[in-house]
């Protein structure tokens, strides 16, 4: 575990001739290089996207935050403490987008101590509001990754085991206070299948190396904001589903959103289960979901039933969370030449003006280069291919 193999650092050799990049045509102009590195830049997040992978729909994700001294430095406008929340707000948004039936929990750590700053669960709001209030955290002491990492498995090691368990560091300190031998507690990670990825906001620190590299996640250090808000968009898409996960029938609940009527004179108000654990006092509501299979009260979906533990979820739900498992096929790339008798995309209708343009596998019908990001980022799914197969 120890042995690290031997790679080139990015400050070696990924910076040393940057300026060869920039290429002046006939004209002298470097127009042409520039758009160039848009046109690679925007690519770039298709190309590293898994392509045709089985991607896990149901995952369980801790967010340790480090909360340390080392987040008072002004790096990041105004702190990174504040920095970070900002952005783990957009962060949580985009993770409920794309993954709607997943859960998400948040542990804070500082003074060599770990606690959750909110417990596993599938409703944004509730993480947000957290977040919010979290600004107004002190700062202080050293962080404990030890005592996070074994906070986050307390919860995910009871999991099952055709979800993913996950845990995103967001570490600012280069030192860590732990009570125990991490090296072990790493080959514990391994053994449980959990996954563990690190956002350094400092620099490397070998023991995150470690980590990462046994449990099969990845390991970044920002540049700037704009590269950090990069990194954490990186996790939003699940990991590839691993051969050794189980693949077996889920129980799940499609409750419908009832409203009795305030005429009918047997209804009465009642609680809604999820007020169990939440800060907010229960309400009394005429309204709500009823989980088809003990009939407990719940005010949105998706959540897991604390009475029978039946996971209770909409179509829509799994229906957007569905593209996981069946990603659409990679658009083949070609030169505009190639396609001389279309002029505008298929799509927006727009005139195709790059030099390369991207064409279905299945309809052969043509897309520019903005347009493929939109199919494979938002829709996952052909709107040609779709309106032929509707068409007939």
Not at 99 to 106: A, K, L, M
Not at 161 to 177: K, M, Q, Y
Not at 252 to 275: C, N
Request: charged letters at 25%; a neutral charge.
């Amino acid at each position: 575990m120890d042995e690290e193999p031997e790679r080139a650092k990015r400050w070696e050799g990924g910076y040393e001739r940057t300026w060869e990049v920039l290429k002046e045509d006939e004209s002298g102009s470097l127009k042409a290089t520039v758009e160039e590195i848009l046109y690679q830049s925007k690519r770039k997040r298709v190309t590293q996207s898994h392509a045709q992978v089985r991607l896990g729909m149901m995952r369980h994700l801790y967010v340790v935050i480090d909360c340390s001294r080392s987040m008072e430095d002004q790096d990041l406008k105004p702190n990174r403490l504040t920095s970070t929340l900002k952005l783990m707000e957009g962060f949580i948004d985009e993770y409920f987008d794309q993954n709607p039936i997943s859960q998400v929990g948040i542990i804070t750590t500082k003074n060599k101590r770990a606690e959750k700053l909110t417990e596993l669960a599938g409703n944004p709001k509730k993480h947000i509001s957290a977040l919010k209030k979290a600004v107004d955290t002190s700062c202080v002491g050293e962080p404990s990754l030890y005592n996070s990492l074994s906070l986050a498995i307390q919860t995910l090691k009871h999991m099952p085991g055709h979800t993913s368990r996950e845990i995103l560091i967001i570490l600012s300190s280069l030192t860590t206070c732990d009570p125990a031998n991490i090296y072990e507690l790493i080959k514990t990670l391994k053994s449980l299948k959990v996954r563990v990825s690190v956002i350094g906001l400092s620099a490397e620190v070998r023991v995150c190396t470690v980590l990462t590299r046994e449990t099969g996640g990845s390991y970044h250090v920002i540049l700037d904001e704009s590269h950090f808000k990069e990194l954490l968009l990186l996790h939003v898409k699940p990991p590839p589903a691993s051969f050794s996960s189980e693949c077996s029938l889920i129980r799940m609940g499609f409750p419908q959103h009832t409203v009795a009527s305030l005429s009918d004179q047997d209804v009465k108000p009642s609680f809604s289960m999820s007020h169990l654990d939440s800060g907010s006092g229960p309400a009394l509501s005429l309204g709500g979901y009823f989980c088809p299979q003990c009939r407990a009260k719940y005010t949105e979906l998706p959540v897991e039933c604390k009475v029978c533990g039946l996971t209770l979820v909409s179509a829509p739900h799994l229906a957007r969370s569905f593209h996981h498992l069946f990603p659409l096929q990679a658009f083949i790339e070609s030169p505009s030449e190639d396609y001389q008798e279309i002029r505008f995309c298929q799509a927006c209708q727009g005139q195709l003006k790059d030099k390369n343009v991207f064409a279905c596998p299945l309809c052969r019908s043509v897309f520019c280069v903005e347009c493929d990001l939109f199919i494979h980022e938002s829709l996952h799914c052909c709107p040609c291919c779709i309106h032929t197969r509707t068409a007939t």
